[in-house]
């Protein structure tokens, strides 16, 4: 009986991680490379080159992107603190054009269990001028390890289709200042 | 006596933890939850979509209430005839995940419920103190939150919106100016009710 116990203790702990694999809280550690993952491509013809997607195209990954770097926001418009910081991530966007990085790191916002009008109601609230991706059955959430509300990471191309984007920078929560989040993304950036 | 029990408690030590494990990790998402109230809000299991049948259709008129608000004033449905459209938002429990991301996001829609001549009023089965840690945990919001507490539930009921566990269903009911409603939707408990459908909602009331 005694030696049942393990035995009986291995499977249901084992099935518990299979069913909650999805479940963690964890953000992802510097040096980790991003699950492969699509997107729907916004409507929007700024957006698109902004992306630098063509007029075509319906869903885009990350390797479809014109960009060096980018920096991910999963945010949601019901999350008061993604509400109070729009105004931030704006002006880090407008900080990254002010310096000519305009072209190397790209904003890209995914909007965690947010639908279509979820997502247009928070871009047009706070006049956010980088793409926002709806992910209205937190899809593109858990792919994210199921994070809370804002989380950054700023990614780049590993330099092999295989293994994606590869993470430089992670940042749970709001971050205390423009410049500073804008200095942590250079010193992060390869 | 002792080595003779050992390996049962084990077996059924070992049994609780991996229940505990798969309960513990189970449960809605925190997307969207104050960081200052993640902490302290509690992870339910996936519960029974629906578990009442409602008792109001389109086109009667609303049971009217009268109910304490969290900021102290009593507020009656009645109150707001002939003046403004209502939209009653049930949610099941306070210092729960859905429940906890879904009122935050009504707070960057007010003028869109200005345009639509429409006060939300938010009511949950929960009492005024636990009401008020949860929306001061928030960050307050700009419509009142009543509470149908005491008599237990008695509003909710009076819509067929009360649970079999006291709690209530996830519903928007839309009211208009004359007391009749004019949409209505019951959520399933686990999900947040998209955007969608209040813009749905509000357009009833002006078309």
Redesign the interface.
């Known amino acids: 009986?005694?030696r049942?116990?393990?035995l009986?203790?291995t499977p249901?702990?084992t099935?518990?991680l299979i069913?909650?694999g999805h479940?963690?809280?964890e953000p992802f550690s510097v040096g980790d490379h991003l699950p492969a993952f699509s997107m729907t491509a916004p409507e929007s013809s700024t957006h698109r080159s902004y992306l630098g997607l063509s007029a075509e195209a319906s869903q885009f990954t990350l390797a479809d992107m014109d960009a060096p770097a980018v920096l991910i926001q999963?945010f949601?418009?019901?999350?008061?603190?993604?509400?109070r910081e729009a105004p931030e991530v704006n002006a880090l966007y407008a900080a990254l054009q002010r310096e000519g990085l305009a072209d190397m790191i790209k904003i890209l916002g995914l909007g965690?269990?947010n639908?279509d009008?979820?997502v247009q109601?928070?871009q047009e609230?706070y006049d956010i001028p980088f793409p926002l991706v709806s992910d209205?059955d937190?899809v593109l959430?858990k792919t994210f390890g199921?994070?809370?509300?804002p989380y950054f990471v700023l990614v780049q191309p590993s330099g092999s289709a295989e293994n994606g984007h590869v993470v430089r920078l992670s940042h749970l929560?709001?971050f205390d200042s423009v410049e500073d989040f804008l200095k942590e993304m250079l010193t992060a950036k390869h | 006596m002792r080595l003779a029990h050992a390996p049962r408690l084990t077996i059924r030590t070992a049994l609780l933890l991996g229940l505990l494990w798969v309960l513990l990790s189970a449960g809605s998402t925190l997307a969207g939850t104050p960081d200052g109230a993640k902490g302290a809000i509690f992870q339910n299991p996936k519960l029974k979509p629906i578990d009442s049948e409602l008792q109001v259709r389109i086109g009667d008129p609303a049971p009217d209430f009268s109910l304490p608000a969290v900021h102290g004033e009593t507020i009656a449905l009645s109150d707001y005839h002939g003046r403004k459209n209502v939209m009653l938002s049930f949610v099941p429990a306070a210092w729960t995940p859905v429940c906890s991301d879904q009122w935050p996001g009504y707070n960057i829609l007010q003028d869109i419920f200005d345009r639509h001549e429409t006060i939300i009023l938010g009511i949950t089965v929960d009492n005024i103190p636990t009401l008020h840690s949860w929306l001061q945990a928030m960050g307050g919001l700009w419509f009142p939150v009543l509470s149908d507490f005491w008599p237990h539930g008695k509003t909710a009921d009076a819509y067929g919106l009360l649970r079999g566990d006291g709690t209530t269903e996830r519903a928007l009911i839309f009211i208009d100016k004359q007391g009749l409603i004019r949409f209505l939707h019951v959520e399933d408990i686990n999900i947040r009710p998209p955007l969608e459908i209040v813009m749905q909602g509000l357009q009833t009331l002006t078309d």
């Open positions: 009986m005694r049942l116990a393990p009986l203790f249901l702990f099935l518990a069913l909650t479940a963690q809280n999963i949601s418009m019901y999350c008061p603190i993604c509400q965690a269990g639908s009008l979820e109601v928070f609230r209205p937190y959430h199921g994070v809370g509300t929560g709001a």
